[in-house]
Every structure is written in structure tokens, then in C-alpha cells.
């Protein structure tokens, strides 16, 4: 076990983790999942609370196996190396907060920070002002960070509590398992299914839950993040964590050639629009809320498969401000940016800029 470890801490071990994620989101995707979205933890669980009726955007529902498999996956590595340690306390309701502008940045832009980077390993140019309004986001997050900004301290809590969102994703697999999707029914049971747009589109069951279940596995341990791997570059010019990103980007580009997914140029892309403006600034949004809550998407779901109770509750925020976005329209279309998605863009800013200055730590 300690090998093993080892490797996963190791230059090599990170590389590994994002060539895995970089070829088999484009395996994903090659077998169903949407165009540039074998793997988007924002739009998969924006899916997942359109197939339990948070929202009724009847193009975006289904009930992600990929998310379940992160989270599973990050509890079996967490047993297995002695390291489910159960927490919470480090203010949640901001996490919830910031969980919910997150969520409606990346639905500004049409992705997460992996989806981005798969957009980009895709040909899809647009990625580039999203990933710049990471960037930028990132940094002012920084900061923040430099200037005294802290959420508090997370406190050992009951296993029950560490427990409870692993429980939560296993019902859903059960759910999903009960009362599966049927060919051109938008509702079986409990669940909603779409019928046609990105909601439709999905790679076989077992081989999606499985690719999450080894993602969730090999990232728990690699402690994989693009959040931190661009924050720790800012930081302590540090490249451990970005290596993993190079990696993701560079195999999923090789794979995308291979099975002839790679299409580039900024019209025409799958699941995006071209309003540059609002691409920069929906993902400056998302990655300045990442940082002030500690951790991508991506990271924050296997968090919460090692007990995490802070991270469980940054993952109901995004799951609830995806609701929020779709019945609200904040959300973004191949059309565009929604209705209201600016104003959304612009008031996540104060919000999260008011808790950045206002949550510092004063020097003694």
C-alpha cells in the first residue's frame, strides 16, 4: 500500500491520473455522452437535478452514473488507505453559497474546469476564454487567500456525518437501477429522463459508472484538482498539480484524434456559444468561487466520498444553484447566455467578493 501511495504522490503517479480522465472522457464521449462532455461535473450534476425535479429543462436530465462512481470511488480509496476521516463545521452555509455561484458561472460558460480543458483537447477555441476566466478567477482568489482569508477550522465529527453523502449517492444509483431509463419516456417512476438534447446522450450505464468509480478512486488518492493545480501555480510556483492537467489535455487531444472527435475553430462546437465576454466571466465567477471554498467540483465530490461534510455541502450548493439556473434562466444555451445569466454573473461577483473581504483572518 505504501507503494502505491507513493506513486500517486509522485510526478509520474499525477500524470497517470489526468491521462486516465483525458482518455476516457473522449472514450465517453465516443460512446455516448455529449460532444466534448465525456466528463463535466457541473453539467452531470446539473442533469442530476433535472432527473430528480429540481428543474424541469427537459434537455438536461438524467441521473449521471459518473458522479455517483466519483464519489464511491473516493470512499473505497479512502477505507482502503486508511484515510476516511469524517469533518465538517468550516462554515458551511457560505460553502452552500458559494457552491450554488459556482455552479451558475460554469453554466454561464457551459462547463466545468475539466469540461473546459476537454473543450480545448476537442478543438473548441471558446475554451480558451473560459479557461482564462478560470485563470483569472483563480487569481484573485489568491489573493484573497494571501491577505488573511480563511473559512475556519473543520472539526472531526461523527462517522454518520462522513457517511451521508456516499449514502446519498448509492440511493441514487438504486433509484437509477429501480427505475431505469426508457427509450422516448421522459419519466419512469421517479425519475426524469430527457428525450432529446445533452440530456439523451449518454454512454452506456455500467461503463459510465465505472469510469467513475475509477476516476473517484485514482483522484482521491492523486489528489487531483484543477483548481489547486493553477492556484499552487500562483502561489508557490509550483507545476505537481499541473502536470495533471497538461496530461488531461494532451491524451484527451490524442484520443479525440484517434477516434476522430477533434473538431476546431469557435462555431459549430457541441453544448457552447460564442459570446467571448460572458465565456471569460461565467468561469471567472466559478473559479474565483472555487478557490474561496477550497477545491474544484471535481475535487470537492471526493471530499465528500472521504467524509468531508464541508465538501458534501459545496456539492448540494452546485447541485441546488443548477436548479436555480435552469428555472431562473441564468443559464446558457448554443444560443447564448440566458435571460437573466449577466445580472447572475454580476451579483455572484458581489457575493463572493463581499465574502472574501469580509472572511480574513486579522493578524494577532
Known amino acids: 500500500m505504501g507503494s ?74 479512502a477505507y482502503l488507505f486508511k484515510e476516511f476521516r469524517p469533518r465538517a463545521g468550516s462554515a458551511p452555509i457560505v460553502r452552500f453559497v458559494l457552491g450554488v455561484f459556482a455552479m451558475i458561472g460554469a453554466l454561464v460558460f457551459l462547463g466545468c474546469p475539466w469540461r473546459a480543458l476537454l473543450r480545448l483537447a476537442g478543438g473548441d477555441a471558446n475554451a480558451f476564454l473560459g479557461l482564462a476566466g478560470l485563470a483569472a478567477g483563480i487569481y484573485i482568489g489568491t489573493l484573497f487567500l494571501k491577505g488573511g482569508y480563511n473559512l475556519g477550522r473543520t472539526n472531526k465529527t461523527y462517522s454518520a456525518v462522513g457517511w451521508i453523502m456516499p449514502l446519498t449517492m448509492a440511493g441514487f444509483l438504486v433509484l437509477l437501477l429501480m427505475f431505469p431509463k426508457i427509450a422516448g419516456q421522459p419519466q419512469n417512476g421517479v425519475l426524469f429522463f430527457s428525450v432529446s438534447g445533452p440530456g439523451a446522450m449518454a454512454a452506456p450505464l455500467f461503463i459510465s459508472l465505472a469510469v467513475g468509480l475509477a476516476v473517484g478512486f485514482l483522484a482521491q488518492q492523486s489528489r487531483f484538482c484543477t483548481m489547486g493545480a493553477i492556484r499552487d501555480l500562483f502561489l508557490f510556483r509550483q507545476v505537481h498539480l499541473f502536470l495533471g492537467l497538461v496530461a488531461l489535455v494532451a491524451f484527451a487531444f490524442m484520443a479525440n484524434l484517434a477516434l476522430k472527435q477533434f473538431n476546431p475553430g469557435f462555431t459549430g462546437q457541441p453544448v457552447a456559444h460564442t459570446m467571448h465576454v460572458w465565456n471569460f466571466a461565467g468561469m471567472l465567477l466559478a473559479g474565483l468561487a472555487f478557490t474561496l471554498a477550497g477545491g474544484c467540483p471535481g475535487r470537492q465530490l471526493f471530499l465528500s466520498g472521504e467524509g468531508d461534510g464541508d465538501a458534501a455541502v459545496f456539492v448540494w450548493g452546485m447541485i441546488v444553484g443548477a436548479a436555480f439556473a435552469h428555472n431562473f434562466g441564468l443559464a446558457s ?32
Request: hydrophobic share 55%; glycine share 16%; proline share 4%.
Open 4 to 77: 502505491i501511495k507513493s506513486f500517486f504522490g509522485s510526478k509520474w503517479g499525477i500524470i497517470s491520473v489526468g491521462a486516465f480522465i483525458g482518455v476516457f472522457a473522449a472514450l465517453l464521449q465516443k460512446l455516448g455522452n455529449p460532444g466534448n462532455m465525456g466528463i463535466c461535473v457541473a453539467c452531470m450534476e446539473r442533469d442530476i437535478a433535472g432527473a430528480v425535479g429540481m428543474h424541469r429543462a427537459a434537455v438536461v436530465q438524467y441521473m449521471r452514473p459518473e458522479i455517483i462512481g466519483f464519489v464511491l470511488g473516493a470512499l473505497a480509496a
Open 333 to 364: 444555451s448554443p444560443n447564448g447566455v440566458g435571460p437573466h445569466g449577466i445580472a447572475a454573473v454580476a451579483v455572484g461577483l458581489a457575493v463572493c467578493l463581499f465574502i472574501g473581504f469580509t472572511m480574513r483572518q486579522k493578524a494577532a
